[in-house]
Nanobody, 117 residues
Framework: QVQLVESGGGLVQPGGSLRLSCATAGIIFSQSDMGWYRQAPGEQREMVAG???????NYADSVKGRFTISRDNAKNTVHLQMNSLKPEDTAVYFCKAEFSAFGIAYWGQGTQVTVSS
């Protein structure tokens, strides 16, 4: 059974940091492209950061220089280090595992990030 479980969300003040983790099971993690997405109330889900199976990364313009995505293939886990957080980063953050060659994608259940003073 495929499982993607996010953790690390919470309430943080503007300028603070959080580190999200997504632990996976039931997939060949090393062959998956991983991504973090977010969805704010009333907004569409948007890509935040991605990391390919080969380690290539990409970021949304709004988070470049502040967020860093990384993967640990030994632990089947992907992380999102978020620094200099802003109120507009408030959203539910979702982890995605994708096997584009097969047209298959899996999602986690999401973790809430709230940036507020």
């Amino acid at each position: 059974q495929v499982q993607l479980v996010e953790s690390g969300g919470g309430l943080v003040q503007p300028g603070g940091s959080l580190r999200l983790s997504c632990a996976t099971a039931g997939i060949i993690f090393s062959q998956s492209d991983m991504g973090w997405y977010r969805q704010a109330p009333g907004e569409q889900r948007e890509m935040v950061a991605g990391i390919s199976s080969g380690g290539r990364t990409n970021y949304a313009d709004s988070v470049k220089g502040r967020f860093t995505i990384s993967r640990d293939n030994a632990k089947n886990t992907v992380h999102l280090q978020m620094n200099s957080l802003k109120p507009e980063d408030t959203a539910v953050y979702f982890c995605k595992a994708e096997f584009s060659a097969f047209g298959i994608a899996y999602w986690g259940q999401g973790t809430q990030v709230t940036v507020s003073s």
